[in-house]
């Protein structure tokens, strides 16, 4: 049975995966307006694996009999500027989710939940992973110039 402490953390750890998938959603809107394809294309993807991750979160705290909430989602940026800019946005929020993150397993450990901990190393791992991503990503445009992101969009077409 998961305490009433970490349950709260994690359902607030719930509310900020699926703000993030809302975030990358609208961004994708944003990229599709501006005719980048490609990275509209990326971008859903990515708010759907946020979705999941909200998800996935949920099913863990109902197996441990725990009470999984969706709670009102605050409303995200609407503008973003250039392409660069948009990379740079989804590299600065992955480093503060890895943080959200980091405080999670805080709990876990403070409520001594080892199975919890456990858990929840997946998504210490699957951060190092989505920042790297991202920071490479931001790389590329950088180096593309103006011209080259016609290649960096084919290249977010294909995930
Ligand atoms: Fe939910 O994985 Fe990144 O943010």
Same mark, same amino acid.
């Given at each position: 049975?998961?305490? &009433?402490?970490?349950? =709260?953390?994690?359902?607030?750890?719930?509310? +900020?995966?699926?703000?993030? #998938?809302?975030?990358?959603?609208? *961004?994708?809107?944003?990229?599709?307006?501006?005719?980048?394809?490609?990275?509209?294309?990326?971008? %859903?993807?990515? $708010?759907? &694996?946020? =979705?999941?991750? $909200?998800?996935? *979160?949920?099913?863990?705290?109902?197996?441990?009999?725990?009470?999984?909430?969706? #709670? *009102?989602?605050?409303?995200?940026?609407?503008?973003?500027? #250039?392409?660069?800019?948009?990379?740079?946005?989804?590299? =600065?929020?992955?480093?503060?989710?890895? &943080?959200?993150?980091?405080?999670?397993?805080?709990?876990?450990?403070?409520?001594?939940? =080892? $199975?919890?901990?456990?858990?929840?190393?997946?998504?210490?791992?699957?951060?190092?992973? &989505?920042? $790297?991503? +991202?920071?490479?990503?931001?790389?590329?445009?950088?180096?593309?110039?103006?011209?080259?992101?016609?290649?960096?969009? %084919?290249?977010?077409?294909?995930?």
């Amino acid at each position: 049975m998961i305490t &009433e402490n970490l349950q =709260k953390a994690i359902n607030d750890q719930i509310t +900020a995966e699926l703000w993030s #998938s809302n975030l990358y959603l609208q *961004m994708s809107f944003y990229m599709a307006k501006e005719g980048w394809d490609g990275a509209a294309h990326w971008l %859903a993807k990515q $708010a759907e &694996e946020e =979705k999941e991750h $909200a998800v996935d *979160m949920a099913h863990y705290l109902i197996k441990r009999g725990g009470e999984a909430k969706v #709670s *009102m989602i605050d409303v995200v940026p609407q503008g973003w500027g #250039s392409y660069a800019e948009v990379f740079e946005h989804v590299y =600065k929020h992955e480093c503060h989710v890895s &943080e959200l993150i980091d405080k999670l397993v805080d709990v876990a450990s403070a409520e001594k939940d =080892k $199975a919890t901990q456990d858990f929840l190393w997946g998504y210490v791992r699957e951060q190092v992973e &989505e920042e $790297a991503t +991202a920071s490479s990503i931001v790389d590329k445009i950088r180096k593309a110039g103006e011209h080259g992101l016609f290649y960096i969009d %084919a290249e977010l077409a294909k995930r």
